[in-house]
């Protein structure tokens, strides 16, 4: 959920007018609209200039439901109708330098009117775009509890817990007066087992994250709160015959007073740090902490260059990059731009690049791909200033230096994006008024997402508003996803996905040298993945092959029984041995009802390394950015080009290092200011390296990059 954030760091004249002009258009969109957003209650009419001042009491109306209910029967609708409905609400503007924010404590939410109509709900399937009264498509309701039924107050975000020992799934919900624990283990009959209180007062925001089966808890605009620090092998000993009739409250195991609030926190559960963030400390950057010893957190460092951090996620980077493996780096959602630092050393944290995209009004959230090379993020202001529907941004961080800004999928609803988690090849959206959204990935690196499946948690609208779907957990083995709910409770939903299998790679890359008047076939090995447990077999084809070119593969047929991944070799004989680039496809063969997929593998053929390309003069991208773009006269059969950017015209002191495959290059990467630089291209294939290029240069100046002309 969002707050309006100062950044704690020297803000440039165009950042200035573009603060000034969203407030301008924060104020007019508050005068306009008919809808005005808030955390609990959609309203229909904007609350008057005075809602805005301290201790001030308006009113205002909502509607009945909306057209979605209206085509339901009067007999599956449990909620309130009626032409009208008029609420009282209270705002405070607390002056804490945080920025504005309605004060959630002082609000009547539209879930707490209706909370007592709530029942709860076990193993209903979806059947003709419907399970009860929320709208679905090929995910099936286990069980709703309301949050009535799981301790009592409104909930915020989740995470989840399977014991090591047992087995047992169980879901962490947090609630705005501490933090409710589910067993979800039979999930349409899951069990309510007790509550942590919060360490200090309530909270409309609260996040945890598990590591070495303790749960780690923060809340934000809670003064004193801390980190606690819970045991969770404490809920093994609850035994069946627990019920709700009988729940615990918990006390906490250990608690770290080294912060009062944070909005968020991250676990490397590799390493054992953890990373507190939008807090009061650290300039509400990256607090970092040892938390190897779960019983003691101790304070491992701060990262501060860029201000208010929404999120992150922190990992031992395994990704493309190969010039930093193996160190913990951390991908920030930092509101005005997506930054990643290295956080190996904890004393030296170190920005390694930001990129940021035209539109972006809030980066809220968002998580790495499995391969590491793109970062799907969440934008949680663009849907209302945007004027658009629900939007994912998809960045390239392939190369980790400049990673890049590659397509937005734009959903057919208008609510808000929230919470994002990508586990195998789908991403679980949670987007608040319509619930959980189910995005199928495989064709990331072509910038396209497709829905696969939903489950709305919110029947009453769609509309641009803060209210219902929080979080969606989609990490358990048995495959139930859970799904936390401001308005509701917690939902527990079974996605009933299309078996199939897809390919590693969208688009291969294969370089070979012809130098050879009889050149070996060549081998080129092809990857699979296995989804929504298929278990046939599957073969493999080409089409649109070169003649006189033929393609065998080994195995040519894979048996996918209790498999999640396989390869088979494609080799290729008899190639066209004219230096050239070709382009044909490869596809999937199955049995039965499982999907089919195809991927297309361009065949580099070269009889000699690459000649010298010839560099054009550099071009500032008009976009408020220190953003520069490459461009070279491209040489004939390249595979790919080495690009260096270094301080000195030796090249002893190389700044920037990456490989693209076409003869441009677009640099987000921060330099130093009025300082000159030097850049080569090298083209290479599969007979090697090619003739590097002569030396260009360009100097950068106080706020941009100013190119000078080549030598």
Same mark, same amino acid.
């Given at each position: 959920?969002?707050?309006?954030?100062?950044?704690?760091? #020297?803000?440039?004249?165009?950042?200035?007018?573009?603060?000034?002009?969203?407030?301008?258009? $924060?104020? &007019?969109?508050?005068?306009?609209?008919?809808?005005?957003?808030?955390?609990?209650?959609?309203?229909?009419?904007?609350?008057?200039?005075?809602?805005?001042?301290?201790?001030?009491?308006?009113?205002?109306?909502? #509607?009945?439901?909306?057209?979605?209910?209206?085509?339901?029967?009067?007999?599956?609708?449990? &909620?309130?109708?009626?032409?009208?409905?008029?609420?009282? $609400?209270?705002?405070?503007?607390?002056?804490?330098?945080?920025?504005?924010?309605?004060?959630?404590?002082?609000?009547?939410?539209?879930?707490?009117?209706?909370?007592?109509?709530?029942?709860?709900? @076990?193993?209903?399937?979806?059947?003709?775009?419907?399970?009860?009264?929320?709208?679905?498509?090929?995910?099936?309701?286990?069980?709703? &509890?309301?949050?009535?039924?799981?301790? !009592?107050?409104?909930?915020?975000?989740?995470?989840?817990?399977?014991?090591?020992?047992?087995?047992?799934?169980?879901?962490?919900?947090?609630?705005?007066?501490?933090?409710?624990?589910?067993?979800?283990?039979?999930?349409?009959?899951?069990?309510?087992?007790?509550?942590?209180?919060?360490?200090?007062?309530?909270?409309?925001?609260? %996040?945890?994250?598990?590591?070495?089966?303790?749960?780690?808890?923060?809340?934000?605009?809670?003064?004193?709160?801390?980190?606690?620090?819970?045991?969770?092998?404490?809920?093994? =000993?609850?035994?069946?015959?627990?019920?709700?009739?009988?729940?615990?409250?918990?006390?906490?195991?250990?608690?770290? %007073?080294?912060?009062?609030?944070?909005?968020?926190?991250?676990?490397?559960?590799?390493?054992?740090?953890?990373?507190?963030?939008?807090?009061?400390?650290?300039?509400?950057?990256?607090?970092? $902490?040892?938390?190897? +010893?779960?019983?003691?957190?101790?304070?491992? *460092?701060?990262?501060?260059?860029?201000?208010?951090?929404?999120?992150?996620?922190?990992?031992?980077?395994? !990704?493309?990059?190969?010039?930093?493996?193996?160190?913990?780096?951390?991908?920030?959602?930092?509101?005005?731009?997506?930054?990643?630092?290295?956080?190996?050393?904890?004393?030296?944290?170190?920005?390694?690049?930001?990129?940021?995209?035209?539109?972006?009004?809030?980066?809220?959230?968002?998580?790495?791909?499995?391969?590491?090379?793109? @970062?799907?993020?969440?934008?949680?202001?663009?849907?209302?200033?945007?004027?658009?529907? =629900?939007?994912?941004?998809?960045?390239?961080?392939?190369?980790?230096?400049? #990673?890049?800004?590659?397509?937005?999928?734009? !959903?057919?609803?208008?609510?808000?994006?929230?919470?994002?988690?990508?586990?195998?090849?789908?991403?679980?959206?949670?987007?608040?008024?319509?619930?959980?959204?189910?995005?199928?990935?495989?064709?990331?690196?072509? !910038?396209?997402?497709?829905?696969?499946?939903?489950?709305?948690?919110?029947?009453?609208?769609?509309?641009?508003?803060?209210?219902?779907?929080?979080?969606?957990?989609?990490?358990?083995?048995?495959?139930?996803?859970?799904?936390?709910?401001? +308005?509701? *409770?917690?939902?527990?939903?079974?996605?009933?996905?299309?078996?199939?299998?897809?390919?590693?790679?969208?688009?291969?890359?294969?370089?070979?040298?012809?130098?050879?008047?009889?050149?070996?076939?060549?081998?080129?090995?092809? +990857?699979?993945?296995?989804?929504?447990?298929?278990?046939?077999?599957?073969?493999?084809?080409?089409?649109?092959?070169?003649?006189?070119?033929?393609?065998?593969?080994?195995?040519?047929?894979?048996?996918?029984?209790?498999?999640?991944?396989?390869?088979?070799?494609?080799?290729?004989?008899?190639?066209?041995?004219?230096?050239?680039?070709?382009?044909?496809?490869?596809?999937?063969?199955?049995?039965?009802?499982?999907?089919?997929?195809?991927?297309?593998?361009?065949?580099?053929?070269?009889?000699?390394?690459?000649?010298? #390309?010839?560099?054009?003069?550099?071009?500032?991208?008009?976009?408020?950015?220190?953003?520069?773009?490459?461009?070279?006269?491209?040489?004939?059969?390249?595979?790919?080009?080495?690009?260096?950017?270094?301080? +000195?015209?030796?090249?002893?002191?190389?700044?920037?290092?990456?490989?693209?495959?076409?003869?441009?290059?677009?640099?987000?990467?921060?330099?130093?200011?009025?300082?000159?630089?030097?850049?080569?291209?090298?083209?290479?294939?599969?007979?090697?390296?090619?003739?590097?290029?002569?030396?260009?240069?360009?100097?950068?100046?106080?706020?941009?990059? &100013?190119?000078?002309?080549?030598?």
């Amino acid at each position: 959920m969002i707050k309006l954030m100062k950044k704690h760091q #020297p803000i440039s004249p165009i950042v200035w007018l573009l603060l000034v002009g969203s407030t301008l258009s $924060l104020a &007019l969109y508050f005068m306009t609209q008919s809808t005005f957003a808030h955390e609990f209650q959609p309203l229909t009419a904007p609350p008057s200039a005075a809602c805005y001042v301290a201790a001030t009491t308006c009113e205002t109306t909502r #509607p009945p439901s909306a057209a979605k209910l209206s085509a339901m029967t009067a007999g599956q609708n449990d &909620l309130t109708h009626g032409t009208s409905l008029t609420e009282t $609400l209270a705002t405070s503007r607390p002056l804490d330098g945080k920025g504005w924010l309605p004060h959630p404590d002082l609000l009547v939410s539209d879930g707490e009117i209706r909370a007592a109509n709530r029942r709860a709900l @076990f193993d209903i399937p979806c059947v003709n775009g419907f399970a009860d009264i929320f709208p679905c498509a090929q995910v099936d309701l286990l069980a709703f &509890l309301p949050y009535t039924e799981i301790g !009592g107050d409104t909930n915020n975000t989740m995470w989840g817990w399977t014991d090591p020992v047992t087995g047992q799934e169980y879901a962490l919900v947090g609630a705005r007066d501490g933090t409710a624990f589910v067993d979800i283990s039979t999930p349409t009959a899951p069990r309510y087992l007790g509550k942590l209180p919060t360490h200090a007062t309530r909270s409309t925001w609260r %996040d945890m994250k598990v590591y070495h089966d303790h749960a780690f808890i923060v809340a934000d605009r809670n003064r004193r709160h801390g980190m606690q620090v819970f045991d969770l092998t404490q809920l093994r =000993a609850l035994t069946t015959t627990s019920t709700i009739t009988n729940p615990r409250l918990f006390s906490e195991t250990a608690h770290y %007073d080294g912060f009062s609030d944070a909005h968020n926190i991250a676990i490397n559960e590799e390493t054992g740090y953890a990373y507190a963030v939008g807090g009061e400390t650290c300039e509400s950057g990256l607090h970092m $902490l040892n938390i190897q +010893d779960v019983n003691l957190p101790t304070d491992a *460092g701060c990262y501060t260059a860029d201000g208010y951090i929404h999120d992150t996620q922190c990992i031992i980077y395994r !990704g493309p990059d190969q010039a930093y493996q193996g160190r913990e780096l951390c991908f920030n959602s930092s509101i005005e731009e997506l930054s990643i630092v290295d956080v190996t050393d904890k004393t030296k944290p170190t920005r390694i690049s930001t990129v940021a995209v035209e539109g972006n009004y809030y980066m809220h959230q968002g998580w790495l791909t499995p391969d590491e090379r793109y @970062f799907l993020l969440d934008d949680e202001m663009d849907e209302w200033f945007g004027n658009h529907n =629900a939007r994912t941004y998809i960045f390239d961080v392939s190369d980790l230096d400049a #990673p890049r800004f590659v397509n937005a999928y734009t !959903g057919q609803l208008p609510s808000v994006d929230h919470n994002l988690y990508i586990s195998g090849t789908y991403a679980y959206e949670a987007n608040y008024t319509t619930g959980l959204r189910i995005l199928d990935i495989k064709n990331v690196a072509q !910038g396209q997402l497709a829905e696969a499946g939903f489950f709305d948690t919110y029947p009453e609208n769609d509309e641009a508003v803060m209210t219902s779907a929080w979080t969606a957990f989609p990490f358990y083995k048995s495959g139930v996803v859970a799904i936390s709910t401001l +308005d509701r *409770g917690l939902f527990l939903v079974k996605p009933r996905l299309r078996p199939d299998v897809i390919f590693a790679n969208r688009t291969l890359e294969a370089a070979f040298c012809t130098a050879d008047p009889s050149p070996e076939p060549f081998a080129i090995p092809i +990857d699979l993945l296995v989804r929504n447990r298929y278990s046939g077999t599957v073969g493999l084809r080409t089409s649109q092959l070169p003649p006189p070119t033929t393609a065998t593969f080994s195995p040519a047929q894979l048996n996918m029984q209790a498999r999640t991944h396989a390869t088979s070799t494609l080799t290729i004989a008899d190639a066209a041995v004219n230096s050239n680039a070709y382009t044909f496809t490869v596809e999937t063969v199955g049995e039965g009802d499982v999907g089919l997929d195809r991927t297309t593998v361009n065949l580099h053929l070269a009889s000699a390394p690459g000649a010298a #390309p010839t560099l054009q003069e550099p071009q500032i991208i008009a976009d408020g950015l220190a953003t520069i773009h490459f461009t070279w006269s491209g040489a004939t059969h390249v595979a790919d080009y080495l690009v260096e950017i270094a301080a +000195d015209a030796d090249f002893t002191a190389i700044v920037h290092t990456t490989i693209v495959s076409r003869a441009t290059l677009t640099l987000s990467t921060p330099l130093a200011y009025n300082q000159r630089y030097y850049w080569r291209v090298q083209p290479r294939n599969g007979c090697g390296a090619g003739e590097t290029s002569a030396i260009g240069q360009f100097r950068t100046a106080f706020a941009l990059f &100013l190119p000078v002309i080549q030598q």
